[in-house]
């Protein structure tokens, strides 16, 4: 079990770049987790996957940002034309069942200029 | 009303004392509940999870669930110095997937 693995570990962007982060969950969990977090408050869910398939997007999900896990593994999360509300600490989690623990990945901080 | 709530504190407490922290949720089909403990600047570590009423202990940490009052609490026993993070409660919906936060509570435990 080698945990959550999240790349970038930082990510530093100009207004209106794109960006695109990785998570790798634990070998045997089929479902992932993308949250994103800001200073002072708990982390908000963004989306969530079972295997290849992205099951619920939250409204915090703007068109600007798109998921994806095409394999039922590794899973990417892009940004486009960057904001600075962007800001902030993007988290993935897995999980092997709805009910039982989510383990968090280290995360992404990006930081908008 | 939030759907996840906790004091934000800070909670400060000598060490060895035990700290005591409040969860209160507003689903009342919600039925999983989690504390996660994070540092600052790192991500949220899995410290406990419960599931049914009643207390659950693990090491320093118990966890207590009441389902008719939608309340969840962690006491932290024999506080150390290195307790001193946010705990994050957060808790399942009926028929979800999703954990739902509440904002976190500061802890300082004082040597």
């Known amino acids: 079990d080698t945990g959550v693995s999240q790349d970038p570990r930082h990510k530093i962007t100009k207004r209106g770049q794109n960006v695109t982060f990785r998570c790798d969950p634990i070998s045997e969990h089929n479902r992932l987790y993308w949250y994103r977090q800001t200073l002072g408050q708990g982390p908000e869910f963004l989306t969530y996957f079972q295997n290849e398939a992205q099951l619920e997007k939250s409204r915090l999900l703007s068109d600007r940002f798109s998921a994806e896990r095409p394999k039922g593994s590794f899973s990417t999360l892009e940004i486009q034309r960057t904001e600075q509300g962007d800001s902030a600490m993007y988290l993935c989690?897995?999980?092997?069942?709805?009910?039982?623990?989510?383990?968090f990945g280290d995360g992404t901080r990006l930081s908008i200029l | 009303q939030k759907e996840v709530e906790q004091n934000s504190g800070p909670l400060s407490v000598p060490e060895g004392a035990i700290a005591s922290l409040n969860c209160t949720y507003s689903?009342?089909?919600?039925?999983?509940f989690f504390w996660y403990r994070q540092y600052s600047g790192k991500s949220p570590e899995l410290i406990m999870s419960i599931y049914s009423n009643g207390d659950k202990e693990d090491g320093r940490f118990t966890a207590q669930l009441n389902k008719a009052s939608q309340y969840v609490s962690l006491l932290i026993r024999d506080s150390q110095p290195s307790d001193s993070a946010t705990y994050l409660c957060?808790?399942?919906?009926?028929?979800?997937?999703?954990?739902?936060f509440g904002g976190g509570t500061r802890v300082l435990v004082k040597p």
């Open positions: 989690a897995s999980s092997s069942s709805f009910s039982l623990p989510q383990h």
């Open positions: 689903d009342r089909g919600s039925q999983s």
């Open positions: 957060a808790v399942i919906k009926a028929a979800g997937n999703k954990l739902t």
